[in-house]
């Protein structure tokens, strides 16, 4: 099999605003729809301060559990859920969606948001999930203890990956550095040998 | 402010490149990524993850990217020059590639985003403080979705090069930034191009994060006399490989962070 060497990411700089932001892009559904919740948080720093320059992705399975396969997120209709939304972070590090509740993708998963984050100082994309917490629709305790990425982590990481329920959704918060960072993933095989130096 | 000069910053940056040279030497692996960890691009120090990255198995969902489409992108949008009822200032460029994936086959049918500074290095920015010209007649920022062999093509204008906080006296080379999805959500990829024999490259912090010199390189286009246009533009041509989960791993693959 041939084998092309990857194109390393590069930051993603604090000149992106009038670039990647576009209309309606937090707006997976319109906000208010049937079934909308809220999914918001913080991006902050190994300082705790907010960071006002990133920028976040959220990528996801409708509520049925179906992977979505429509074209739109850029030109929403405002009928299609195209399972994907793009939201920058506000003065205080905020960020928000509207979008719908992710379903198991398989009978007994744990529904998770895939997340990508963003930032100025932040050399290279950084991969995440942010999954539904316990009492959410169809997921219990056990749900997330069978989860093979969750159940590998400490328990103390592990809770960084799970959203909490706020009564209009859920809010999953992002820190870059620190005793409580986000765990964030490698998916090619790297991540489990990269050492924490 | 910094009073941090280039020379302080060279000297960082000359240290952590020597100990990467000797570390391979000694058997490491090729890095093929920035450091998430590099103190000379100061803006980095309270924002990179101190733990490793987890290795996780990719569920159904992260096995699929987003879909895009003609009712996501206009093809107009390809070209930067035609936005604003004007010609742009500064030399017109066509910068046009293929999207790969880590098996060379092409992506097809993805979405490329690219945005730039202008001729002067000034962007639209309302945050860019830079006291160099904003050009009426140009925003900097495109779109277009490669076609079916992979192949992603944008008309522009060259960048030029611009200042910047890091230290006294930085300036960035010039680049296009580029945002790209692969056919699974891993593979998700910002990152920039840069321009083929550029003074700044061994000052710049951003740049020299990758710390490997073969793995920098694929960030610098190629120009292209085939892609250069009879009395109209110069070209260059840059390919970008997306790597998700699918792919073989290498050694050479392994990376320490």
């Known amino acids: 099999m041939t084998s092309a060497a990857p194109t390393p990411g590069q930051t993603v700089g604090p000149f992106f605003h009038y670039a990647l932001p576009y209309a309606g892009d937090r707006d997976l559904v319109p906000p208010g729809a049937p079934g909308a919740i809220r999914l918001h948080g913080r991006v902050t720093d190994g300082a705790g301060a907010p960071v006002p320059d990133a920028l976040l992705e959220i990528w996801q399975a409708d509520p049925s559990g179906a992977v979505p396969r429509a074209e739109g997120s850029l030109r929403r209709d405002g009928f299609t859920f195209t399972g994907f939304g793009r939201a920058s972070t506000d003065r205080r590090g905020a960020y928000s969606f509207s979008t719908l509740t992710p379903g198991p993708t398989r009978p007994g998963a744990a529904p998770f948001f895939a997340v990508t984050v963003f930032a100025r100082g932040q050399l290279d994309r950084l991969l995440t999930r942010a999954y539904l917490p316990a009492g959410s629709p169809g997921v219990d305790e056990q749900t997330l203890d069978a989860d093979r990425l969750l159940a590998s982590l400490p328990a103390e990481r592990r809770s960084t990956l799970v959203a909490t329920a706020d009564g209009r959704g859920y809010v999953f918060d992002v820190r870059l550095q620190g005793d409580d960072e986000t765990v964030f993933l490698a998916f090619d095989g790297r991540g489990a040998s990269a050492g924490g130096d | ?257």
Request: one cysteine or more; proline letters at 9%; glycine letters at 8%.
């Open chain 2, 1 to 257: 402010m910094t009073t941090e000069t280039q020379a302080d910053l060279s000297a960082e940056m000359a240290t952590i490149a020597q100990d990467y040279t000797a570390s391979v030497a000694a058997g490491a692996p090729v890095e093929t990524r920035p450091r998430l960890d590099y103190p000379p691009y100061r803006s980095s120090i309270l924002r990179h993850p101190t733990k490793s990255l987890h290795h996780a198995d990719p569920e159904e969902v992260e096995l699929w990217a987003p879909a895009f489409g003609p009712t996501d992108v206009d093809p107009l949008e390809a070209d930067l020059t035609i936005q604003h009822g004007g010609e742009p200032i500064g030399e017109r460029m066509v910068v046009t590639g293929r999207v790969l994936d880590g098996e060379g086959r092409p992506v097809r049918h993805q979405l490329v985003e690219l945005w730039q500074a202008n001729a002067a290095g000034r962007y639209v920015h309302k945050r860019d403080q830079h006291p160099a010209p904003v050009d009426p007649h140009f925003t900097g920022a495109g779109r277009c979705l490669t076609d079916g062999d992979g192949w992603y093509r944008f008309t522009t204008i060259k960048p030029g090069p611009y200042p910047w906080r890091n230290h006294r006296n930085a300036w960035r080379p010039a680049h296009l930034h580029f945002s790209l999805f692969g056919t699974e959500f891993t593979q998700r990829l910002v990152t920039q191009m840069y321009f083929p024999g550029d003074p700044l490259f061994d000052l710049d912090p951003i740049y020299q994060s990758i710390v490997d010199p073969a793995a920098r390189d694929r960030l610098v286009a190629t120009y292209d006399h085939t892609v250069t246009t009879h009395e109209w533009a110069t070209g260059y041509r840059w390919d970008i490989v997306l790597t998700g989960s699918h792919r073989t791993v290498r050694e050479s693959d392994v990376e320490h962070l």
